[in-house]
Each structure stands twice: as C-alpha cells, then as structure tokens.
C-alpha cells in the first residue's frame, strides 16, 4: 500500500518548522517516530509523528492527534494521559484546516 510519495514528505516536513520535534522515546504513537508537536490555545498538544521515516518513502506517512500530558510534561519524553485522533494518513497543506483552528 503505498502511502505518501517525497514530495508528500518533504511538503509536510516543510510545513512543520513551527513545530518543536523529538523522537518518541516511548514509542507512544510509533516506533522510533519523529513527533512534531505544538502547545494549544487550551494547554493540550497537537502531535503529529511521522511513522516509517527511515524506511521507503512509500512506507512514510504521518499521523495527528490531540494530546493531554501532566502538567511539566512533554510529548516523546513522558506518556499521554490522553489522546483523541485528528486524521490518520495525514496529508499538508489539504489537511492544514483539520489541525489549525486548535491554536
């Protein structure tokens, strides 16, 4: 199944440069990911990890969700205590709207 193809990739990562990132220590939403991820208008975090990234480019893809941690907490160090998907598969700019009206 071919997800994305690398200019998918490379819009996306060009679009994430806002975001603070981090591999995912604790394989939290995949393993070895690289989580872009940003504090909300309301204290959570939009994460979005990007799955397979060392892998064919036709095996990348990234995925996004809203995330609580604890208060001092931070996405890829510590675990979530909650998290509610926003799009798996997801695709910038066409999904830039599912994620933008959370800051």
Not at 4 to 27: F, K, P
Not at 63 to 88: M, N, T, V
């Amino acid at each position: 199944m071919k997800l994305m193809n690398g200019n998918h990739i490379q819009e996306t990562l060009y679009r994430l440069r806002g975001y603070a990132n981090r591999v995912d220590e604790n394989d939290d939403f995949s393993q070895d990911a690289m989580l872009f991820y940003r504090k909300t208008k309301d204290g959570k975090y939009v994460v979005i990890n990007h799955f397979n990234r060392k892998m064919k480019v036709e095996l990348q893809g990234f995925d996004s969700w809203l995330c609580e941690y604890s208060e001092g907490s931070e996405p890829g160090i510590d675990s979530p205590i909650s998290i509610a998907e926003i799009r798996l598969g997801l695709k910038l700019p066409q999904d830039l709207k599912l994620i933008d009206h959370y800051y």
